[in-house]
């Protein structure tokens, strides 16, 4: 779960989460993405990105407003 205030949603916030979503996906499917990337040819940062971005749907939030 992660705790946002909600009058701090500001795009350093919003960079914040991206990059802990971009954390947790690397150690969890860190070699499958280099993997895939190599097989199709693909960047891996971009997959990554991509992947933090989908991931940000799963977290639970809980806004202090």
Request: aromatic letters at 14%; hydrophobic letters at 30%.
């Amino acid at each position: 779960m992660i705790h946002l205030n909600y009058n701090n949603l500001d795009d350093e916030t919003q960079q914040r989460l991206l990059s802990m979503s971009k954390k947790d996906i690397e150690k969890r499917f860190g070699e499958q993405l280099k993997n895939y990337a190599r097989e199709h040819f693909e960047n891996y940062q971009t997959l990554l990105e991509e992947e933090a971005i989908r991931n940000l749907y799963n977290y639970r939030y809980i806004f202090k407003i």
